[in-house]
């Protein structure tokens, strides 16, 4: 069922370190040898694939969920590119510092490696179909911030955003003051969480649900469609991985489409 192909010890010159990468490519890519694809970017890269060297085997299992949708012909196939996060999790997927746990961020510089350095690089290796219509980023909790902060400071790169239990809370709201406008580019943005999701992340209170559903209010009042951003809000949704892989088929079937 397609392959994972892992990259390790890749350079990230713009934070000054390496990464370890995870390419995923479906079946059709070598089934199809003269068609090009869509790229879906993903964080937290160890815990994306049901893979023998994924932190666990049973994480978010995107490559299953992808498989399975293109097989039921709800979902064409896509790469994927899952980069693992990596000791300093909390600051590279922190775009802005959060006094409040003196969390120093420098998620601007692993937006700039994705942007600068991976995407190029991904272009020109595989068959991608590079456009933003075709390109996405998805993440949850802090990875789900990470993606809306790609969407927000790179439309003209990601067009695609997905994000589970998004920390769109974090640095007193910031997000809500960046995305401050429609970007007027093509735009496709799903959010979910848990209904009363909340968490205590060192001292500092995430109440996911109400914030998520906020930020939802945020983007319809800036103008977005229906068919530009979606709500889902589970009953009983916790955070935690086994809430996203439950949530991830439905996510990939209306963000990918």
């Not at 994972?4 to 350079?11: L, N, T």
């Not at 490519?25 to 694809?37: E, G, L």
């Not at 990875?143 to 769109?168: C, H």
């Not at 983007?219 to 889902?232: C, F, I, P, Q």
Request: with cysteine; net charge negative; hydrophobic share 35%.
């Amino acid at each position: 069922m397609g392959h994972v192909h892992i990259v390790r010890d890749f350079p990230s010159p713009q934070e000054g370190f390496a990464r370890t990468v995870r390419v995923y490519t479906p079946d059709a890519y070598d089934a199809w040898p003269h068609q090009r694809f869509p790229v879906l970017y993903m964080h937290d890269g160890q815990n994306v694939f049901a893979h023998p060297e994924s932190a666990r085997f049973d994480t978010w299992c995107a490559n299953l969920a992808l498989e399975h949708g293109v097989g039921e012909g709800r979902l064409a196939p896509w790469i994927i590119v899952a980069v693992d996060s990596g000791e300093g999790r909390m600051q590279d997927y922190t775009p802005w510092d959060e006094p409040r746990n003196q969390t120093k961020g420098r998620g601007d510089s692993y937006g700039r490696f994705l942007v600068e350095h991976l995407k190029p690089l991904v272009d020109r290796t595989y068959r991608t179909r590079p456009e933003p219509e075709w390109t996405g980023a998805m993440g949850s909790s802090l990875g789900g911030l990470i993606s809306l902060y790609l969407g927000v400071r790179y439309p003209q790169v990601f067009g695609r955003i997905g994000a589970l239990s998004p920390t769109v809370m974090w640095s007193a709201g910031r997000l809500f003051q960046e995305w401050g406008a429609h970007s007027r580019r093509w735009s496709r943005i799903y959010l979910d969480a848990g209904e009363h999701e909340f968490i205590d992340a060192d001292g500092v209170p995430l109440d996911y649900g109400r914030a998520t559903h906020a930020f939802y209010e945020h983007l319809k009042h800036l103008g977005y469609a229906d068919h530009e951003v979606a709500l889902v809000l589970e009953p009983g949704g916790e955070h935690h991985e086994r809430d996203w892989q439950r949530r991830l088929p439905h996510a990939m079937r209306w963000l990918l489409a």
